[in-house]
């Protein structure tokens, strides 16, 4: 018997040593851990349970038959996270370069079809260089079941995907399919085809980064949710996201403690719009000021910034929030922004967050470059969005809610539980000079006349009564009290029932 748990004790050994010591060295010479070491710090401390270890490729061809190292390239299990259960699957560099094989493959569709079945969020962690080259169409198939179990659990669970290498080829697809991917910067790059295949088709001289670093996912693809500096700091980021998530679509929002009191006024809040109405402010002062202990997870930050999306909470409970930003193109909505909080409200609504939207935009972004790129499309896609989710939908409008993007951003006519306005908000169809230049054209060149009917227009339509008037604002709330009555609203729609009509899926635009 003892030799037989020393043999065991010797192979998980062998196991434990992926690529050999070489290579973990060259790993971290890189700045970066290695697998099993990102699984240490993610999950709750001795709580990981491994599967699959002794898996090895069943490969013959290019000498592969004498390669063969125990878990072929990728550490996989489950484990928890502040006592939350999270299957994990982490690439490992050291062995191939973390390539997928049909083995290797075989264990992540293990715990992808674990964590689908017992309804449990899946996070990978990537570093890895795509196909096993050597194995050809057996490595394609294993990455295309992997992508169909990405689909068959989108919206079920939350998945999401951490980039810390190299993520090239076949790697890509699966994160895309994932709720969301964090990069780590200047160590992990992710791109469908690397600079030297872009250099023979396209004659462009580009580096990993500059193809598909963090700087360029972060800021100008979207593809990455966000970046962090190293692997320790994702990881720890990566720990206070799933704190966020419910486990499943069927499972409630984590409740957590919370030492803030709702009923607190904030009176800074009264004086946070400035008194003209051209000039900006900081959106995320007022989100700080709702959420629990000001404690914001802000998703793509760097992207779109005239939209803020992220989580918070509000008496323990897990919000979406999305805000327009003044500070960033005043709060405009283009397909940027539209796109960002679209996707936002959808994963809020697979997977009951509630959604609070503070709303101060002043329309769509007009001109050329935007209907060129399809402004009509991507803003439908926020409206879409909005009007087909389910969940409590509480809205605050602070300032400007003009035009069409009124509508779009949590309107009562979206089936907008709770509307509220403080009693800065201007809702009307345009801005009040650009109103009175069309529907007074004939006095456009009389400054005074024009300056006079701006006025009328100004005084008419530029609050919040008007709107008040029709019962599209239910309230018109003192901005101290913002947080107390968002929190109010979001426990009276605790047990909101509304179901659509049923339908295979819809048809968004996309
Ligand atoms: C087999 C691989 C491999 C691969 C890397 N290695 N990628 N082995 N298949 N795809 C091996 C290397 O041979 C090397 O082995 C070790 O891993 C480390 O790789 P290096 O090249 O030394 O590391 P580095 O310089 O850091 O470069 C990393 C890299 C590069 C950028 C990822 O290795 C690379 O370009 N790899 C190939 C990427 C690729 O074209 N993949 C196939 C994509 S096609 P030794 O023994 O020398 O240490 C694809 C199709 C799927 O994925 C499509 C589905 C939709």
Same mark, same amino acid.
């Given at each position: 018997m003892r030799d037989m748990l020393s043999e065991l004790e010797a192979r998980r050994e062998k196991a434990r040593e992926g690529g050999g010591t070489k290579r973990i060295e060259a790993q971290h010479a890189k700045g970066k851990l290695t697998a099993r070491e990102r699984l240490t710090v993610f999950l709750d401390e001795g709580s990981f349970?491994?599967?699959?270890?002794?898996?090895?490729?069943?490969?013959?061809?290019?000498?592969?038959?004498?390669?063969? !190292?125990?878990?072929?390239?990728?550490?996989?299990?489950?484990?928890?996270?502040?006592?939350?259960?999270?299957f994990v699957f982490a690439k490992d560099f050291t062995v191939l370069g973390g390539s997928l094989s049909e083995a290797h493959a075989e264990k992540v569709q293990k715990v992808q079809d674990l964590a689908l079945r017992?309804? /449990?969020?899946?996070?990978? *962690?990537?570093? /890895?260089?795509?196909a096993r080259i050597q194995e050809g169409v057996a490595a394609l198939g294993g990455y295309a079941e992997i992508f169909q179990r990405n689909v068959l659990?989108?919206?079920?669970?939350?998945?999401?995907?951490?980039?810390?290498?190299?993520?090239?080829?076949?790697?890509? !697809?699966?994160?895309?399919?994932?709720?969301?991917?964090?990069?780590? #910067?200047?160590? =992990?790059?992710? +791109?469908?085809?690397?600079?030297?295949?872009?250099k023979t088709v396209t004659n462009e001289t580009v580096t990993a980064e500059e193809l598909g670093g963090a700087s360029i996912h972060t800021v100008k693809s979207s593809i990455a949710d966000g970046a962090y500096d190293n692997d320790v700091d994702a990881l720890l980021q990566m720990r206070r996201l799933i704190d966020f998530l419910p486990a499943s679509n069927t499972s409630p929002v984590p409740e957590l403690d919370y030492s803030?009191?709702?009923?607190?006024?904030?009176?800074?809040?009264?004086t946070l719009i400035p008194d003209n109405a051209n000039k900006p402010y900081d959106i995320k002062e007022l989100i700080r000021k709702t959420v629990d202990e000001g404690d914001f997870f802000e998703i793509?930050?760097?992207?779109?910034?005239?939209?803020?999306? $992220?989580? $918070?909470?509000?008496e323990g409970r897990t919000v979406g929030?999305?805000?327009?930003?003044?500070?960033?193109?005043?709060?405009?909505?283009?397909?940027?922004?539209?796109?960002?909080?679209?996707? +936002?409200? #959808? +994963?809020?609504?697979?997977? =009951?967050?509630?959604?609070?939207? *503070?709303v101060d935009v002043p329309g769509f972004l007009p001109g050329t470059a935007q209907e060129y790129g399809g402004l009509i499309k991507h803003g439908a896609k926020l409206l879409f969005a909005y009007a087909e989710a389910t969940v409590p939908k509480v809205t605050?409008?602070? #300032?400007?809610?003009?035009?069409?993007? !009124?509508?779009?951003m949590a309107s009562k006519h979206?089936?907008?539980?709770?509307? !509220?306005?403080?009693?800065?908000?201007?809702?009307?169809?345009?801005?009040?000079?650009?109103?009175?230049?069309?529907?007074?054209?004939?006095?456009?060149?009389?400054?005074?006349?024009?300056?006079?009917?701006?006025?009328?227009?100004?005084? #008419?339509?530029?609050?919040?009564?008007?709107?008040?008037?029709?019962g599209y604002v239910d309230e018109v709330i003192m901005p101290h009290s913002t947080r107390r009555r968002v929190s109010r609203a979001l426990a009276m729609l605790r047990n909101k029932d509304l179901e659509n009509p049923w339908k295979k899926h819809d048809n968004i635009p996309l």
């Open positions: 349970e491994e599967f699959d270890m002794f898996v090895q490729h069943r490969a013959t061809d290019f000498g592969m038959d004498q390669q063969h !190292y125990p878990g072929d390239g990728v550490v996989t299990g489950w484990g928890t996270v502040n006592g939350r259960t999270v017992n309804r /449990a969020p899946i996070i990978g *962690f990537y570093d /890895a260089g795509g659990a989108s919206g079920v669970i939350p998945q999401i995907s951490v980039i810390m290498g190299p993520c090239a080829g076949g790697d890509v !697809y699966s994160p895309a399919m994932t709720d969301f991917i964090f990069m780590v #910067r200047d160590t =992990s790059y992710m +791109f469908v085809t690397g600079p030297d295949v872009v803030q009191s709702v009923t607190a006024e904030d009176v800074s809040l009264d793509q930050a760097a992207f779109a910034g005239n939209i803020v999306t $992220g989580f $918070g909470r509000i929030i999305v805000a327009n930003q003044p500070m960033v193109l005043a709060g405009v909505l283009d397909s940027d922004a539209s796109r960002k909080a679209a996707r +936002f409200v #959808r +994963f809020c609504d697979c997977f =009951s967050i509630p959604v609070v939207t *503070f605050v409008i602070t #300032r400007k809610a003009f035009g069409g993007a !009124y509508d779009v979206l089936r907008g539980d709770i509307n !509220y306005a403080w009693p800065t908000a201007q809702i009307a169809v345009m801005g009040a000079k650009g109103a009175s230049e069309i529907i007074h054209r004939k006095d456009a060149k009389d400054p005074e006349k024009l300056a006079a009917h701006t006025k009328a227009y100004e005084e #008419r339509f530029l609050s919040p009564f008007v709107a008040a008037e029709r």
